[in-house]
């Protein structure tokens, strides 16, 4: 496809690159501010505040900094690529992140429901606050039909050491929460949609010895984007993930951050040091490449 060039301000430019800092490339260009390649995309932001995105996720790149490209694209978006009947939706937060738990909320709308989200106009998730996911889950939470389940650290790594992997572990929740709330609605609901992470025939091997399995599943990627009950399930699991997270940081009496970078390594080894790497147990997803980090800069200090 053709390049998509934009104009962005200087604030967001700098936002851009903090946050495509570990995709940077050397740039001779002397117009140029920075250039990164990120998945499928490359990325040339002039000084004067052009940004070119190019490659096959360009368009997806792009919407991320430009709110009006996003609304343009929402407004030429037709009414018919939105599912207007009602239907459940299940997704997840967390599965990224080494600290925290994995929050999973599957979710019903009426066409009464669709309407009501479609006229919350939330057009692209990645670009939400943190403010902007609790203002949204709020006017969600006390209206629809959901049921949300925390799988928290300790249960999730002793899962892993049972033998199951990560994505087995999300099917099984994702079957649990979508069968709670089949049974919450208590009508037959044709239409049940989840973001997919693996293969159909993946999926459903990885439940073959759950009692009750939901074998009449849409997998597609990117859901949110056309079943409104997806979109409210992203927003309701990020919230429930956003309080929890807030509890620990409380609880642990520090600052904490998500995903899987290095600072998160650091402050791991502060937790751990301050109240005993059996502790991480409780807090952090131990399969992940952190931990073997995390044990190496422990015996360094000791």
Not at 48 to 74: C, I, M, P, Y
Not at 136 to 162: E, G, P, T
Not at 192 to 209: A, C, D, R, W
Not at 259 to 264: F, L, P
């Amino acid at each position: 496809m053709e390049p998509i060039i934009i104009q962005i301000d200087s604030y967001t430019l700098e936002k851009m690159k903090k946050f495509y800092d570990s995709q940077m490339v050397p740039v001779d260009d002397t117009s140029l501010l920075f250039k990164a390649h990120a998945i499928g995309c490359d990325i040339n932001a002039k000084l004067d505040g052009t940004v070119e995105f190019s490659g096959q996720n360009a368009l997806r790149e792009a919407k991320h900094w430009s709110k009006k490209l996003a609304k343009q694209l929402a407004k030429a978006t037709s009414t018919n690529d939105i599912y207007l009947n009602h239907h459940i939706g299940t997704a997840e937060t967390g599965s990224a992140d080494y600290l925290g738990p994995i929050c999973f909320v599957s979710c019903y709308v009426s066409q009464e429901d669709v309407e009501f989200i479609q006229s919350l106009e939330i057009t692209n998730l990645s670009e939400l606050s943190n403010q902007d996911i609790v203002n949204y889950a709020k006017q969600m939470k006390d209206r629809l039909i959901y049921s949300l389940l925390i799988l928290d650290n300790s249960h999730y790594n002793k899962m892993i050491l049972d033998g199951l992997n990560q994505a087995n572990v999300k099917a099984k929740l994702y079957n649990q929460a979508t069968v709670n709330v089949m049974q919450k609605v208590k009508q037959n609901v044709k239409v049940k949609v989840i973001n997919q992470f693996v293969s159909p025939k993946t999926y459903f091997n990885y439940l073959k010895n759950e009692v009750i399995v939901v074998k009449d599943l849409i997998f597609e990627t990117n859901a949110e984007q056309k079943y409104m009950a997806v979109l409210a399930a992203e927003i309701l699991s990020r919230y429930a993930y956003l309080q929890y997270f807030a509890n620990m940081t409380k609880s642990l009496k520090m600052n904490l951050c998500r995903g899987t970078s290095t600072n998160v390594d650091t402050v791991a080894v502060k937790i751990a040091t301050k109240y005993g790497e059996k502790m991480l147990t409780k807090v952090a997803k131990l399969n992940f490449t952190n931990t073997k980090r995390i044990k190496t800069l422990l015996q360094d200090l000791s």
